[in-house]
T-cell receptor
Framework: QKEVEQDPGPLSVPEGAIVSLNCTYS??????FMWYRQYSRKGPELLMY????GNKEDGRFTAQVDKSSKYISLFIRDSQPSDSATYLC?????????????FGTGTLLAVQP | EAQVTQNPRYLITVTGKKLTVTCSQN?????MSWYRQDPGLGLRQIYY???????DKGDVPEGYKVSRKEKRNFPLILESPSPNQTSLYFC???????????FGPGTRLTVL
């Protein structure tokens, strides 16, 4: 079983839709939870992060962590064609010396104009 | 502009021919890592470095070497590439052991 599971999609939605992207994980030691966005032929860039449980909002994006269910989500409101990308969830254990992030495999999102 | 650069961006080579992928960052970051990205497997850490002359293995180090002689540079060396090392490679840096890693643009390597 992988430590982090993510539906690969692809997910296709019309412009303006609300998008929900999800990951599940098995390691209860994870405390940092991140979402990276990766455009085609580019490196991943950090979109949002949360520490431990709860919600965090940044503009049209909301990150949610439910540690009891080992489940994290990223919501995108009023989705735009420019949001079309692969979204990667990532997690890490605090205090680790390896600086290692454990990534999901990514969900490919296409927002149709 | 703060950035991580990698060279080359694309490389096609043959089995056994030694190659080096360079990585450089201009943010004075302590930590640097190399990842490979494969379909269905996601990003996996190959090697990491906590500072100059300090490196250690990640999850998939076999067939790779690294060095950290200067803070800004972290080259990835494939002494004898094999077809199973065909992949998309990313270098990343961060100021501390933290979640916010800054990634380079990637190097697409094909080993024939």
């Amino acid at each position: 079983q992988k430590e982090v599971e993510q539906d690969p999609g692809p997910l296709s939605v019309p412009e303006g839709a609300i998008v929900s992207l999800n990951c599940t994980y098995s390691n209860s030691a994870f405390q940092y939870f991140m979402w990276y966005r990766q455009y085609s032929r580019k490196g991943p860039e950090l979109l949002m992060y949360t520490y431990s449980s709860g919600n965090k909002e940044d503009g049209r994006f909301t990150a949610q962590v439910d540690k009891s269910s080992k489940y994290i989500s990223l919501f995108i409101r009023d989705s735009q064609p420019s949001d079309s990308a692969t979204y990667l969830c990532a997690m890490s254990v605090p205090g680790g010396a390896t600086n290692k992030l454990i990534f999901g495999t990514g969900t490919l999102l296409a927002v149709q104009p | 502009e703060a950035q991580v650069t990698q060279n080359p961006r694309y490389l096609i080579t043959v089995t056994g021919k030694k190659l080096t992928v360079t990585c450089s960052q201009n943010m004075n970051h302590e930590y640097m890592s190399w990842y490979r990205q494969d379909p269905g497997l996601g990003l996996r850490q190959i090697y990491y470095s906590m500072n100059v002359e300090v490196t250690d293995k990640g999850d998939v180090p076999e067939g790779y070497k690294v060095s950290r002689k200067e803070k800004r540079n972290f080259p990835l060396i494939l002494e004898s590439p094999s077809p199973n090392q065909t992949s998309l490679y990313f270098c990343a840096s961060s100021p501390t052991v933290s979640h916010e890693q800054f990634f380079g643009p990637g190097t697409r390597l094909t080993v024939l």
